[in-house]
């Protein structure tokens, strides 16, 4: 390598000191590694099919039904009595989502270098996600108010209470979950790089990550988070944060007195009590994850093929979507036979004495009454 580039030098009719071009050579190469080894950051905006929608699921406040888009950043929340099952699109891996009642959640995501990274922010409420194998270049996490889960291929359930606290059950599969201070994961990496004391509290909380293995739950309590905060002096010095002088925050910390705090952060505080799952309750959820109407995601490539798709998958497994119907509204389904020969099969949602709306395994569909000839049991 050295001769090629002196002759290729030496050829030249200035000739330039070979010392110069062992300098110049070694200064390429470096800069190239410096440059590789800078993550490079790009947009990547997954989006979701609706696969089932039951009771009141909005989208940025509107009504959402089965086969709406749902693209990055929008909100999806289910009410009360409600459920709404997502499947992720863009990615290799079929993954599906099953929102419960009164939830709300955001989906988006990011390149980092050429890896796809898929994040579901789950806000409040329950999520039963499966994720199959991902590609080798896709990433999924799960972000809540208290912690960050990632996954390969997995089935999980995550449960969120209104005050954050976070509680993860593994049903197949493992995940690595790692502590988050909401404080701190609000504030933008421009800032974050500029904090040497900043930089430290989030390298600890990586390092701290643990793997949850199948059958076994955690529970990560936000009342634990801000009683750290509290006794490290942290909370006060991100609620008196001033994005012009972060650097300040150095001089008030210094290395020895970070790395004392941070010590306090130890595996019994960020490795709450992990117990082991009832087996009931793991035969039961891993029931549900079978469940879950995944469609081939080849076949959800042409946008104008994808509600016949989503229909005929309905169909093929209407009594067992009509039984998970049944129990979320929590009254028996009926078979409503129609005076112009129509058959219709659902669950009362409202009856204001005139008009009936039904849930069916399709969506909700308003009956008129007297249109009515009969109604059935639904056996």
């Not at 030249?12 to 590789?36: G, N």
């Not at 863009?90 to 990011?110: F, H, Y």
């Not at 389904?333 to 005076?339: D, G, L, P, V």
């Amino acid at each position: 390598m050295v001769n090629f580039l002196k002759n290729i030098f030496l050829q030249r009719k200035k000739l330039i000191p070979f010392s110069k071009v062992l300098i110049l050579t070694f200064s390429l190469l470096f800069s190239c590694k410096e440059k590789s080894d800078t993550p490079i950051l790009q947009e990547f905006h997954p989006e979701a099919i609706v696969l089932l929608s039951v009771g009141d699921v909005t989208n940025n406040g509107k009504p959402l039904k089965t086969s709406d888009r749902i693209k990055n950043l929008d909100t999806i929340r289910t009410g009360k009595k409600s459920l709404c099952d997502l499947q992720i699109i863009g990615i290799e891996s079929e993954t599906v989502i099953r929102m419960r009642s009164e939830s709300s959640l955001k989906l988006t995501g990011k390149i980092l270098r050429d890896s796809k990274e898929v994040s579901v922010i789950t806000e409040v409420g329950g999520t039963l996600i499966h994720v199959n194998k991902l590609g080798k270049k896709e990433g999924f996490s799960n972000i809540t108010p208290t912690a960050v889960i990632a996954v390969r291929g997995t089935k999980f359930e995550v449960d969120i209470q209104k005050n954050g606290t976070t509680k993860t059950t593994v049903l197949d599969g493992k995940i690595a979950i790692k502590l988050k201070l909401p404080e701190i994961e609000n504030l933008s990496d421009d800032l974050i790089q500029k904090s040497e004391t900043l930089k430290n509290i989030i390298g600890t909380l990586d390092e701290k990550e643990i793997v949850i293995e199948s059958g076994f739950s955690t529970e990560i309590n936000s009342e634990k988070i801000k009683s750290f905060l509290k006794e490290t002096g942290f909370v006060d010095l991100i609620t008196n944060l001033n994005p012009n002088n972060v650097s300040d925050i150095d001089k008030k910390f210094d290395p020895k007195v970070v790395k004392e705090k941070l010590s306090k952060l130890d595996n019994t505080f960020v490795q709450t009590l992990i117990q082991k799952a009832e087996s009931k309750t793991l035969e039961e959820k891993l029931k549900e994850c079978e469940e879950l109407l995944i469609v081939e995601k080849e076949k959800l490539k042409d946008p104008n093929q994808i509600p016949d798709v989503i229909e005929q998958r309905i169909k093929l497994n209407e009594k067992l979507v009509m039984k998970r119907i049944e129990q979320i509204i929590g009254k028996e389904s009926e078979i409503y036979k129609m005076k112009d020969g129509r058959r219709i099969i659902g669950v009362t949602a409202s009856d204001d004495g005139t008009k009936l709306k039904v849930q069916t395994s399709n969506g909700v569909t308003e009956i008129m009454k007297n249109d009515v000839e009969e109604v059935e049991t639904n056996e």
